[in-house]
């Protein structure tokens, strides 16, 4: 089932990046903005990006793809998505709210 490959392969890039990724390892802003479609709120997405530790920065980035391949009908504001942790909605394919699975920044 397709759903259940999507949620795996969430888990497994959940697993690797809180394996390998440090405070030490933070991306560079300008990475993000260039792969998220949506271009609205530069400024204050870019102040979000920065507060936010580098372990989330790399799950938002690496999980940006099977986010913008949820069949959903709407594609959160980029300060939306980054301030709601959006790339965590639908883990195990059952949608969460402000879900944080590693107790916070």
């Known amino acids: 089932d397709n759903k259940e490959l999507i949620a795996a392969e969430r888990k497994e890039i959940i697993a690797v990046i809180s394996e390998l990724v440090d405070n030490e390892d933070k991306i560079p802003f300008e990475t993000f903005w260039e792969k998220y479609p949506k271009k609205q709120g530069k400024f204050n997405t870019s ?4 507060m936010m530790s580098a372990k989330n920065q790399h799950l938002a980035l ?3 793809p099977i986010y913008l391949n949820a069949k959903s009908p709407y594609i959160h504001d980029p300060e939306n998505y980054l301030h709601g942790r959006m790339w965590m909605d639908y883990v195990d394919n059952k949608p969460k709210t402000k879900l ?3 107790g916070g920044e």
């Not at 102040?47 to 920065?50: A, D, L, Q």
């Open 47 to 50: 102040k979000t990006w920065k």
């Open 100 to 102: 944080d699975l590693f």
């Open 62 to 64: 690496e999980l940006l």
